[in-house]
């Protein structure tokens, strides 16, 4: 029996801490062993911490966890307090002595959500990540929640989506995604999400694709034309897989928002994916298994974008864009 989450994937819990005042917050994916890692951006405008570690190339090959945070720079310090928690229980790559906690992080832009972003020196992003990795569990609340609290879309609220799958050999994948695009999640101004092709279970509301056509799906529609969006996921599979692999698993997995968002990878998005391999699973998949994990893992990542819009609520702030099932009533 599955939770329909990437918690699905043994060895990997998700914790989320934010503020309503602050409109953010943060959601950290710590894995209980560390994990064989690597990302893909595709996005125009990235905000990230500690990625550069994560090419097939650079010498550490795994992380403990990854962070997701809302406040564009200003969230980037959410990692610090991943890591002083990690570091409290002991995690961390081994240089004599000492265990640094290896913890890549990335943040998306809500600063202008209407949320109360006048902190002063200190920026909350610290504590919400050190609150975050406290609350790591198997459970997790999707939509507006974590770092996808304060997210948004060109016409609707964002939030935090998760979804699973098996492939035919038995791997198991799974994505989290804070969706905050610059442009749509569902086809123009109908309720269908893009990602309906890909619905498991009538996750997201069980609409499917709809009619084709009359309801503006094609046209254009940007949330803004400044830099002020960004997709943020992470893909696990339980496989056992090299970092390079997993690399090509993140590029695999970057497909899943051109599947659920028009348009995707912007100028204006910094789509960004982690990805990692537990190898819970001995025995390293064929080109045929990776490749069909990398497929999953797309659609994984497009399902979780549609779940994290159907699951959002408003935001409590003047002008706050609508939830999905506020406009659509269901």
């Known amino acids: 029996m599955t939770a329909n989450l990437i918690t699905d994937i043994q060895g990997v819990r998700v914790g989320s801490a934010h503020e309503a005042r602050l409109a953010s917050g943060v959601t950290a994916v710590i894995f209980d062993e560390p994990a064989v890692a690597s990302i893909a951006v595709h996005g125009g405008a990235p905000a990230s911490r500690d990625t550069e570690l994560l090419a097939p190339h650079m010498t550490v090959e795994r992380v403990d966890a990854f962070v997701l945070s809302g406040g564009s720079a200003f969230g980037l310090d959410a990692a610090g307090g991943v890591i002083a928690r990690l570091a409290e229980l002991g995690r961390g790559f081994a240089v004599g002595a000492v265990r640094v906690p290896i913890v890549p992080g990335a943040s998306l832009f809500d600063l202008l959500n ?20 406290c609350a ?19 016409d609707l609220k964002g939030g935090l989506g998760s979804a699973s799958a098996t492939t035919s050999a038995g791997y198991r994948v799974g994505a989290i995604v804070a969706c905050n695009a610059v442009g749509r999640a569902t086809r123009g101004s109908s309720p269908h999400f893009w990602a309906a092709p890909f619905e498991r279970d009538g996750e997201f509301g069980g609409l499917g694709s709809g009619p084709d056509g009359g309801d503006g799906a094609l046209a254009l529609g940007l949330k803004t034309i400044e830099p ?42 910094g789509d960004t994916v982690f990805a990692a391999a537990t190898g819970r699973v001995a025995g390293a998949p064929g080109l045929d298994g990776l490749t ?39």
């Open 114 to 133: 209407g949320g109360d972003k006048a902190w002063g020196r200190t920026p909350p992003y610290w504590e919400l990540g050190w609150r975050a990795a």
């Open 136 to 154: 790591a569990s198997e459970r997790f609340d999707l939509g507006t929640s974590g770092a996808g609290f304060g997210a948004t879309t060109f």
């Open 228 to 269: 002020a969006s960004t997709n943020l996921a992470v893909v696990v599979t339980d496989a056992t897989l090299t970092k390079a692999q997993v690399k090509r698993l993140a590029v695999m997995a970057q497909d899943g928002l051109a599947l659920a968002l028009r348009p995707a990878h912007a100028p204006t998005d």
């Open 292 to 330: 069909e994990i990398g497929m999953l893992a797309a659609e994984c990542v497009a399902r979780a974008v549609a779940r994290g819009v159907y699951e959002a609520t408003a935001l409590a702030v003047k002008g706050a864009q609508p939830s999905w099932r506020q406009r659509y009533g269901r």
